[in-house]
Structures are given as C-alpha cells and as structure tokens.
C-alpha cells in the first residue's frame, strides 16, 4: 500500500524557516520523480516543485524560487521542501505527491497535508 | 505559464442529472490534462489523467475528453458522493498550472 506521510508544519514568523518532510512506502521511490503542491484555506490548488528521481532536476513555481529547495534522500525514502525567507502568502496546507505515471504526470498519491501559517 | 481556466465557477445538479465541467487552457497542452476531486477536509483524488484515461478505481460515470485547449469532464449520473470541488491541472509545460475550480452543488 503506498503511503506518503508528512511532518514538520507549523507556525512561523515573516522572514523565519520550515522544513517539510515526507516519508515514502509502498512504491519504488528512488525511480519517481516527487513532488510539492499547496493549497492556502478555502483556496485552489497551486503547484510548488518537483524534483528528479536521483535528484538530479528540480522545478519549481516563480513565486518560491531562490526561497524554497526540494531535495530527496533516497537511502531513507525521504522527500524534504525546505522553506526560507516565508512571506504571509506562503501560508497554506503543504502536500507531497507521487506521479501516477512518473516524471511530472498528475498524483495519484498525497501525503496527509502540513498546514504551514506565516504570521507574527 | 499556462493558465487554465475552470467554468462554470458553480454548478448546481440534482442528484441522477448529468454534469458537465469545462476547462480551458491558454495555450495547447497536448492531452497533459488531468482532473481531481476535492471534497472538505479531503486531499485532492486523481480523476483522470491523460485527458481521458480514468485513475485506479473511478468508476464509468466519470470520463473526460478533449484535447489542445479544451477539456471536459462529464459525471454521467450525479451521485450524493459526486458534490464536491473539481480542478482541472496541466503537466505539459512547467510549471504545471490548476485551474480555479468548480463547485458542483446540489439543486
């Protein structure tokens, strides 16, 4: 059964740091490409990054680039979005996502949702 | 960036009556397009993808169609279970764009 499970939400001061962690079972996770898609409360959907199975490309959405990195450990089936620099905007429930068909195809799998609040 | 957009905004459907949701892109996506659904409190489940290949364990009542810019997705017989948010989502081109949603209601 595949499972995606996340932790590291929290409330954080403007200009202060997160990390999300999600652990993969259930799948191959070193040959998947991962992901990251958040959702602010009652809003829709937005797409966050996605990096390669090894590790080796990253994307992401114009508003979180040069403050947000996703990375992956593959020994422990680990996918991390590290957050800098977070502005009230960032504010949202943070999912992680398995591809259904690999590389940036739509998720088939989300992790639970870490809700992430940016506030003084 | 591709902007995808969703209409109607609200759709309101008596339960057995058919739905048709519309989605638009704002440059040709090829068939990189898929569907969620949303309900409260619930994260997102895969509909379909492909434009019309149904995700694991969808039932028929759902199908989509289309290609280029223009998408549907079409609940044949609207069940108490169906009411809910939809999303349609590009992943032809990065980065990968959702479109604003509709809420299909009861009647």
């Known amino acids: 059964e595949v499972q995606l499970v996340e932790s590291g939400g929290g409330l954080v001061q403007p200009g202060g740091s997160l990390r999300l962690s999600c652990v993969a079972s259930g799948f191959t996770f070193h040959n998947t490409w991962m992901g990251w898609v958040r959702q602010s409360p009652g809003r829709g959907l937005e797409w966050v990054a996605h990096?390669?199975?090894?590790?080796?490309?990253?994307f992401y959405v114009d508003s979180v680039k040069g403050r947000f990195t996703i990375s992956r450990d593959n020994a422990k089936n680990s996918l991390y979005l590290q957050m800098n620099t977070l502005r009230a905007e960032d504010t949202a429930f943070y999912y992680c996502?398995?591809?259904?068909?690999?590389?940036?195809?739509?998720?088939?799998?989300w992790g639970q949702g870490n809700l992430v609040t940016v506030s003084s | 960036e591709t902007v995808m957009t969703q209409s109607p905004v609200t759709l309101s459907v008596s339960p057995g009556e058919r739905a048709t949701l519309s989605c638009r892109a704002s440059q040709s996506v090829g068939s990189s397009l898929a569907w969620y659904q949303q309900k409260p409190g619930q994260t997102p489940r895969l509909l379909v993808y492909r434009a019309s290949t149904r995700a694991t364990g969808i039932p028929a009542r759902f199908s989509g169609s289309g290609s280029g810019t223009e998408f549907t997705l079409t609940v044949s017989s609207l069940q108490s279970e169906d009411f809910a948010v939809y999303y349609c989502q590009q992943y032809d081109k990065w980065p990968l764009t959702f479109g604003g949603g509709t809420k299909v209601e009861i009647k």
């Open positions: 990096i390669k199975w090894d590790g080796s490309e990253e």
């Open positions: 996502g398995k591809p259904v068909d690999n590389y940036a195809t739509p998720f088939d799998y």
